[in-house]
T-cell receptor, first 114, second 112 residues
Framework: AAGVIQSPRHLIKEKRETATLKCYPIPRHDTVYWYQQGPGQDPQFLISFYEKMQSDKGSIPDRFSAQQFSDYHSELNMSSLELGDSALYFC?????????????FGSGTRLTVV | DAKTTQPTSMDCAEGRAANLPCNHSTISGNEYVYWYRQIHSQGPQYIIHGLKNNETNEMASLIITEDRKSSTLILPHATLRDTAVYYCIVRVAYNAGNMLTFGGGTRLMVKP
């Protein structure tokens, strides 16, 4: 079965640089979520999209932005990177009316800022 | 969303049942109990969810008390691959944008 695809798997950036993370949800899923997980921490919700419209916002810094495109893939754009942005970034997708299957998470992108 | 309380850590012998408790005494009538787990550095994985009836799937069983103030996730025959952090999450389902909030999970260690 198709899963949530995230790219790249690993990314190394320098401070003050920009990074773009991509997420391809499961086909026909209508909702995408982004999470950030720092070392030793629980995943923290950043932002979500339902049918290509932003639906909820968590603790996402102003330096970060995200969008969902017409083909339902989503991108998380991160500017002016800081050392503290080093983390695992997970994308998840779901189909609201069939939530018995829960969210499906991707394998994540490991961002290292040096 | 209702707050949940779980033990910080638990051990279980391989092949035995793992019973993971969760308290959610402030749960509302329209909130479901969800269980997810996260194996080290992997994306969280959905296990099971329920409203008030006990539920079973190929991965686990979920027992919810009659007053819905607590629940137990049961892994019937734990294997080493079940070592993970298990999160009990209470939230309203079928609501776009109602995100999962992870916090205070149980670190289950399955030992040979």
């Amino acid at each position: 079965a198709a899963g949530v695809i995230q790219s790249p798997r690993h990314l190394i950036k320098e401070k003050r640089e920009t990074a773009t993370l991509k997420c391809y949800p499961i086909p026909r899923h209508d909702t995408v979520y982004w999470y950030q997980q720092g070392p030793g921490q629980d995943p923290q919700f950043l932002i979500s999209f339902y049918e290509k419209m932003q639906s909820d916002k968590g603790s996402i810094p102003d330096r970060f932005s995200a969008q969902q495109f017409s083909d339902y893939h989503s991108e998380l754009n991160m500017s002016s990177l800081e050392l503290g942005d080093s983390a695992l970034y997970f994308c998840a997708s779901s189909l609201v009316r069939r939530e018995r299957y829960g969210y499906t998470f991707g394998s994540g992108t490991r961002l290292t800022v040096v | 969303d209702a707050k949940t309380t779980q033990p910080t850590s638990m051990d279980c012998a391989e092949g035995r049942a793992a019973n993971l408790p969760c308290n959610h005494s402030t749960i509302s009538g329209n909130e479901y109990v969800y269980w997810y787990r996260q194996i080290h550095s992997q994306g969280p994985q959905y296990i099971i969810h329920g409203l008030k009836n006990n539920e079973t799937n190929e991965m686990a069983s979920l027992i919810i008390t009659e007053d819905r103030k607590s629940s137990t996730l049961i892994l019937p025959h734990a294997t080493l691959r079940d070592t993970a952090v298990y999160y009990c999450i209470v939230r309203v389902a079928y609501n776009a944008g109602n995100m999962l909030t992870f916090g205070g999970g149980t670190r289950l260690m399955v030992k040979p």
